[in-house]
Nanobody, 117 residues
Framework: QVQLVESGGGLVQPGGSPRLSCAASRDILSMAIMGWYRQAPGKQRELVATITDGGNTHYADSVKGRFTISRIGAKNSVDLQMNSLKPEDTAVYYC???????????WGQGTQVVVSS
């Protein structure tokens, strides 16, 4: 079972560019898919971005062109570079991983991002 630890959240001004990082306890290249979800207060958890073992990426429409997901081999992490943040990006961001496409999803503990002036 992989363990995931997120970091990089906090209070950010609108237009800011924080970077979230998800460190994995196993080689990230052994994960079939990894990515980020988020959950805003009073809302359901929603997909933000994913990356497969083949390097294919997928983004929610709401973050396309602003967020970039990438695998950082030296850190064994999957990072989420967020640009041009808006107040509606405020949420707890969760890292997730599956070792195979049909495996149970593993979640991190979450890191909060608050976009406010």
């Amino acid at each position: 079972q992989v363990q995931l630890v997120e970091s990089g959240g906090g209070l950010v001004q609108p237009g800011g560019s924080p970077r979230l990082s998800c460190a994995a306890s196993r080689d990230i290249l052994s994960m079939a898919i990894m990515g980020w979800y988020r959950q805003a207060p009073g809302k359901q958890r929603e997909l933000v971005a994913t990356i497969t073992d083949g390097g294919n990426t997928h983004y929610a429409d709401s973050v396309k062109g602003r967020f970039t997901i990438s695998r950082i081999g030296a850190k064994n992490s999957v990072d989420l570079q967020m640009n041009s943040l808006k107040p509606e990006d405020t949420a707890v961001y969760y890292c997730h991983a599956r070792t195979t496409p049909s495996a149970v999803t593993t979640w991190g503990q979450g890191t909060q991002v608050v976009v406010s002036s």
